[in-house]
Nanobody, 123 residues
Framework: QVLLVESGGGLVQAGGSLRLSCAASGRTFSDYNMGWFRQAPGKEREFVSA????????YYADSVKGRFTISRDNAKNTVYLQMNSLKPEDTAVYYC????????????????WGQGTQVTVSS
């Protein structure tokens, strides 16, 4: 079992920045590939970014590429999402997720989920 707790969400103006954190506990953090997803009201949960456990290779949705950066600190059992140049369309609940498998982009690829943190970007 892996427990994930997100933090760092909030209200920010367009063009601003936020850094989300996801603290993991339970099993060995470095064994898991980690991802961030988001869900806006009335929409399906969508992939944002992922980072591999073995080599730190990262993946991004086209909508956030160049603006968001995912990173992990295995010593602190934490994954981060640095979000810059935020836009109103980035407004959503952001979820951290962990997977022992090899997929990145689908919600079904992930075994464990956090409770989410709200990000609101005002125009």
């Amino acid at each position: 079992q892996v427990l994930l707790v997100e933090s760092g969400g909030g209200l920010v103006q367009a063009g601003g920045s936020l850094r989300l954190s996801c603290a993991a506990s339970g099993r060995t953090f470095s064994d898991y590939n980690m991802g961030w997803f988001r869900q806006a009201p009335g929409k399906e949960r969508e992939f944002v970014s992922a980072i591999r456990r073995s080599d730190g290779i990262t993946y991004y949705a086209d909508s956030v590429k160049g603006r968001f950066t995912i990173s992990r600190d295995n010593a602190k059992n934490t994954v981060y999402l640095q979000m810059n140049s935020l836009k109103p369309e980035d407004t959503a609940v952001y979820y951290c997720a962990a997977t022992y498998g090899g997929g990145w982009y689908r919600t079904n690829d992930y075994n464990y989920w956090g409770q989410g943190t709200q990000v609101t970007v005002s125009s």
